[in-house]
């Protein structure tokens, strides 16, 4: 089991990546034995992985942190590096090596104050492995004072530190950063890819694995969850039954309540366990006596933490959101293929007879509309919208068409 398996339907990539690699080796081991570095290598200081949502950027960040921090004896026969079992590929993947740091966020951005600190670990060397690698998996999420923070860093990197920056497209990250690092696109999954994965190494049930894999598109962790959560599938289930619900206004609007408190349940138990967690430990480090009391000086902490604890409720909500919303655009496009008599494979197989339904109640101008809708909505919600006053737009535009 190499380091690559679970990157799905990537081989350019992973060649390119397995690649660096190589030269990434030779250089640390030219270096360490004081030799001269060999000209003409492909690794480089600063990466970006961009793809579609599912396409595995921060699966093949790791993959290529542990190919990074390979040290397999095999390597010195001419073997590639990414073994799987060492122990720098082992630590790597699993989140404990000293010096792979994998940066990811629950809250709406990352500020300067984090990006800082991030700067201040890239400056200090390798304590036990080879590079010392730092994966930033929402890159997207930077705010324009934190990308400019991490713009120093990445123009005057120390000798062995590696940048790894995961972001959704180019435009999503600082023109300035960007033209700093090695560009590499990752594209949406094969079905059948994501399916076989599923089965071989969560061992689910074929015919399960594949009908999470159509269901989302070739999106890998979405469908792991699909097949493996039955809560998952039955707010699926309850969002594609949407568009037929729609047929007045009352229902348009019961209908997008119901869909906001659905987000607004899940982000609150996702968050419950973790802001209860969260706060006792505080509490613990700041002293808190007996009774709950709290020393003098010590609101301000807690207050902020509140607000962190708020910001990342509302990213679960959102996220929920985007979700529910991301179904509803491949019901949509399934209704159209039926329109247009195209031979593309549906998502959803299992709603047939909603689709034929819609499919045989509309046109494709329509059809195209209500899915401009929905997306629509989804831009309304990037820009702060309300999310029930999104949705309620939304809903009413789904029953116009």
């Known amino acids: 089991m190499s380091v690559w398996d679970d990157l799905v339907g990537q081989d350019r990539v992973q060649e390119q990546l397995g690649a660096a690699a190589q030269d990434a080796d030779a250089l640390v081991t030219a270096i360490s034995a004081g030799e001269r570095v060999p000209p003409g290598s492909r690794m480089t200081h600063a990466w970006l992985f961009t793809g579609p ?13 542990a190919a990074l921090q390979c040290t ?25 090596h000293a010096d792979v740091d994998v940066v990811r966020t629950d809250l709406l951005s990352i500020g300067v104050k984090e990006t800082r600190e991030l700067v201040r670990r890239a400056q200090l060397s390798p304590a036990v492995g080879r590079w ?9 999420r930077l705010t324009e004072g934190a990308g400019n923070v991490l713009l120093k860093a990445v123009e005057e990197p120390a000798p062995r530190t590696v940048w790894l920056l995961c972001a959704p497209s180019l435009e999503d990250v600082l023109p300035t950063i960007r033209s700093r690092c090695r560009h590499l696109t990752l594209r949406t999954p094969p079905v059948d890819a994501v399916a076989d994965v599923l089965i071989r190494r969560d061992g689910i049930d074929p015919e399960r694995a594949a009908s999470a894999a159509r269901a989302t598109q070739g999106h890998i962790g ?22 037929l619900r729609v047929d007045d206004i009352g229902g348009c609007l019961k209908a997008a309540q119901e ?21 006792e430990d505080m509490k613990a480090a700041l002293g808190a006596v007996a009774g709950g009391r709290m020393p003098r000086g010590t609101a301000g902490v807690m207050k902020e933490l509140e607000d962190k ?43 047939r007879d909603a689709l034929d339904r819609i499919a045989r109640s509309s046109t494709p101008e329509r059809t195209l509309r209500r899915i401009e809708a929905v997306i629509a909505c989804r831009r309304a919600l990037d820009r702060n919208v309300a999310p029930l006053l999104a949705v309620e737009a939304m809903t009413m535009a789904l029953r116009a068409g």
């Open 132 to 140: 010392q690698v730092i994966i930033l998996e929402d890159a997207d």
């Open 53 to 65: 949502p599912g396409s595995g950027r921060s699966t093949a960040a790791r993959a290529f942190a």
């Open 259 to 279: 869909l906001v408190d659905t987000a607004a349940d899940d982000a609150k138990q996702v968050s419950e366990e973790v802001d209860v967690k969260e706060t």
């Open 222 to 243: 979405r469908a792991r969850r699909l097949a493996t959560d039955e809560k998952a599938r039955a707010r699926r289930a309850a969002v594609l039954k949407l568009p």
């Open 72 to 96: 397999s004896p095999d390597r010195a026969l001419g073997g590639a590096p990414g073994c799987g079992f060492c122990d720098g590929c082992h630590t790597s993947l699993v989140g404990t």
């Open 309 to 351: 604890q708020k910001r990342r409720k509302t990213r679960t909500q959102r996220d929920s959101l985007d979700l529910a919303l991301t179904d509803l655009t491949g019901f949509y496009r399934d209704v159209l293929a039926l329109q247009l008599g195209s031979q593309i494979a549906l998502s959803n197989v299992d709603f």
